[in-house]
């Protein structure tokens, strides 16, 4: 009987430390959070409101008509169109890599057919 109550009463203080560790952790955790949000509020307010950042979202386009021709007008839609699988098994591989050069890169053909 003795070594019953003595195995409940060290069960019991080990739960209790266990409990008190992890109401402990959660604690700290929660502190940590809540310290981690106000130092960054600041940051990203000053971020929000800085000047380069307000150019930035000016010079950006709204669609992409307003976007600067980097590539050949047909280009894109060529590659729209490989994209699916479909036109990859239909022709062989050489064939299709020969239709993405000739739409997107056409002055080197020009410059290979001189």
Known sequence: MRNYREKRRRIRRYLIIVCAS??????????ASVMAVRMATPVVAE???SEPLKNLQQAVPKSIEQVPALLPQG?????????????????????NFRVIQQSCFPAEEQRRSS
């Open 22 to 31: 992890i109401v402990l952790v959660a604690g700290l955790v929660i502190a």
């Open 47 to 49: 971020l929000k409101n």
């Open 75 to 95: 280009c894109l839609r060529t590659l729209q169109g490989l994209v699916q699988p479909a036109p990859w098994l239909e022709r062989p591989l050489v064939a």
